[in-house]
């Protein structure tokens, strides 16, 4: 029997031939891309994050379905104790430096320490809307 | 063996000429940007220009300028692809919108928008000699209270 909801994600995540992202296998929620995955996995890895969100803002501008081009992450880690954000924001770009050089066109950053974190509302907002220029 | 060595040569001195004016380019591009940050106060490089932004990120950052009554100098990075990569390369920074106070590199927008929340904003704003608004606004409020 075929479940479609659950077939469609694992299948569009096999057919780029990517790594496996338990994240994406345990949520099956939507079908995150392979671009997706790879953000997740390095942020999650090399800062040792307690929280990770990968939002795909994508759909909001002018490109393709299913394109992987504007994202949005949210990163809690205990790397950020003592930094300015703009040391924050720097450690996470330097960190998806070939994302953003091959394809990755919008990335916005929220950079926490858990202590912050845990203090905030924990609600994120979503970024502006498009107004045309991507793709100029 | 002859032409053969020419047709070397002539693709050496090919490549090499297009190598110097690229990096002629670049060096009169960082020129222009270095210029632009140190003679004004506060400088914003977006997409559009203030009265059409063409991007969500850049608009939201001419709307905090707005709200702070800030004068700047914009710069539309899409009618310059000179700007648009090498302000990239000259504050390390791989999106725009890109904020310059006194010279120095500030922030995107995500940036711009928690300093504008927290406060620090008005304060870099006071280091340069600029006042924002949103102080002389609350102050008329705080002495009806008195």
């Not at chain 2, 002629?24 to 220009?49: P, Q, R, W």
Request: charged letters at 25%.
């Amino acid at each position: 029997m075929i479940i479609p909801m659950l077939n469609n994600p694992i299948r569009s995540h096999l057919r780029y031939g990517g790594t496996v992202c338990l994240h994406c296998i345990r949520t099956m929620t939507s079908a995150p891309g392979p671009v997706e995955c790879t953000i997740r996995n390095k942020l999650q890895s090399t800062l040792e994050a307690r929280h990770v969100d990968v939002i795909n803002e994508s759909y909001m501008h002018n490109v393709p379905k299913g394109a992987e081009t504007h994202f949005k992450v949210v990163v809690v880690s205990d790397k950020f104790d003592g930094l300015p954000l703009i040391k924050r924001h720097r450690l996470v770009n330097d960190l998806l430096k070939d994302e953003l050089q091959s394809g990755v066109h919008a990335l916005s950053i929220v950079a926490k320490t858990p202590q912050q974190w845990n203090e905030s509302d924990k609600v994120i907002e979503s970024s502006p809307n498009c107004r045309g220029g991507f793709g100029k | 063996m002859n032409c053969i060595l020419r047709r070397h040569l002539l693709s050496l001195y090919n490549t090499s000429g297009r190598l110097t004016s690229r990096a002629f380019s670049d060096a009169a591009t960082k020129e222009k940007i270095d210029k632009l940050v140190k003679t004004n106060k506060v400088v914003v490089f977006m997409k559009g220009v203030p009265e059409a932004p063409r991007c969500g990120f850049s608009n939201a950052v001419v709307q905090i300028m707005r709200m702070h009554a800030v004068p700047y100098e914009s710069l539309d990075v899409l009618s310059d692809e000179n700007i648009r990569q090498g302000i990239k390369d000259y504050s390390n920074w791989p999106t725009i919108p890109q904020v310059f106070i006194n010279g120095e590199f500030v922030g995107g927008c995500d940036i711009m928008l928690q300093m504008h929340q927290s406060g620090e904003l008005v304060e870099e704003l006071k280091k340069v000699g600029i006042k924002s608004a949103l102080l002389t606004a609350t102050e008329p409020k705080e002495e009806e209270k008195k």
